[in-house]
């Protein structure tokens, strides 16, 4: 069974920082492109970050540039996001998906064939 599950949100006051993980079962990661989206409450899914199957290229929303990082790390078959400077409006449930660079990219979220359950991360002011 192909399963991606997200940890590492949480409760942080602004200015922290939190690690999200992406850990797939029943498939490798390597051949994907990773993108991690979020929803707020009221508002439309929109992505956050995204990094290519070979690692090389990676690609963040404008609202989250120089504060995320993507990376992978494929012998552990995960994905993560570390989120600094973190701020209130970046509070919103986060998933990550898998699917071909192309749609991960630009993402295109019926293009991503595998999400995960989501992680809830909320950022006190």
């Known amino acids: 069974q192909l399963q991606l599950v997200e940890s590492g949100g949480g409760l942080v006051q602004a200015g922290g920082s939190l690690r999200l993980s992406c850990a797939a079962s029943g498939f490798t990661l390597d051949y994907y492109g990773i993108g991690w989206f979020r929803q707020a409450p009221g508002k439309e899914r929109e992505g956050v970050s995204c990094i290519s199957s070979s690692g090389g290229g990676t690609n963040y929303a404008d609202s989250v540039k120089g504060r995320f990082t993507i990376s992978r790390d494929n012998a552990k078959n995960t994905v993560y996001l570390q989120m600094n400077s973190l701020k209130p409006e970046d509070t919103a449930i986060y998933y990550c998906?898998?699917?071909?660079?192309?749609?991960?990219?630009?993402?295109?979220?019926?293009?991503?064939?595998?999400w995960g359950q989501g992680t809830q991360v909320t950022v006190s002011s």
């Open positions: 998906a898998a699917g071909s660079d192309y749609g991960c990219s630009r993402y295109e979220s019926d293009l991503m064939g595998s």
